[in-house]
């Protein structure tokens, strides 16, 4: 039997990466807000969203969420939401040959190649990505500042993650992450509401293992880096 596949465990690991990065690149978090056993999606996104009003709002900040590896992982509290100063993310450049740097690349491959596994190697948004971060290798992102090379990684990712989404949309009643469904899906009989997933729902499944297509997308990373994701991902 094939190995098991975790969307949720590689993105976690990709946001997990570039908080260390951040960190042992010297830029003091701005909030840290951890999860809770027991509560909602919802509660933790209002959490974050209060901690980034007191520390130069959203978009003064570049969002990291993720349960920590070698943890309980998802459903547990061994994680967190942190924020960056996006103004330090841009004065603080990466140095050459940094180890930091190179961790976050290899955690951003691992996770187009999951995703790639799951939809195929060939398939166009993954193809696309895989050049990108082929680029970005050459010089391990020396010379970069840390809130481009962090928004990059993050955006990298974004079209296979869609394309991802609208592959699986239909492996579920109402179908995963319909939000990023194809324009020409079927619409709702008339007098009835399309099924609509609650925030985080999207990353409710992400495991995958031969003969099953229950993988879901990991939370879309932003239109912008500088703000913060839709949702960070979800703990239960």
């Excluded at 209060?50 to 969420?65: D, F, H, P, R, V």
């Excluded at 090379?149 to 699986?168: D, N, V, W, Y």
């Excluded at 229950?214 to 979800?234: L, N, V």
Aim: proline share 6%.
């Amino acid at each position: 039997m094939a190995d098991k596949i975790s969307i949720q465990n590689s993105y976690s690991a990709l946001n997990e990466k570039l908080a260390k990065q951040f960190d042992e690149s010297g830029v003091r978090r701005t909030f840290t807000v951890p999860y809770v056993d027991g509560q909602s999606m919802s509660d933790h996104i209002d959490a974050v969203t209060q901690a980034a009003a007191q520390s130069g709002g959203l978009t003064g900040n570049m969002i990291t969420s993720a349960h920590r590896a070698g943890g309980k992982g998802w459903h547990s509290a061994e994680g967190e939401t942190v924020g960056h100063p996006s103004d330090k993310l841009r004065q603080t450049i990466i140095t050459k040959d940094n180890e930091h740097a190179k961790a976050s690349i290899a955690a951003a491959q691992k996770h187009l190649t999951n995703i790639g596994s799951l939809i195929g190697k060939d398939d166009p948004s993954v193809v696309t990505a895989n050049s990108q971060l082929d680029l970005v290798k050459k010089s391990d992102g020396a010379g970069m500042n840390l809130f481009d090379f962090g928004g990059m990684l993050t955006q990298i990712m974004f079209k296979p993650t869609q394309a991802m989404a609208r592959a699986h949309s239909g492996t579920k009643e109402g179908g995963h992450a319909p939000q990023l469904r194809a324009p020409e899906a079927e619409e709702a009989p008339e007098g009835q509401e399309s099924a609509q997933e609650a925030p985080g729902e999207a990353q409710a499944s992400g495991d995958t293992s031969e003969g099953t297509q229950e993988a879901s997308a990991a939370p879309a990373p932003p239109a912008a880096p500088a703000s913060a994701p839709t949702a960070p991902p979800a703990q239960g």
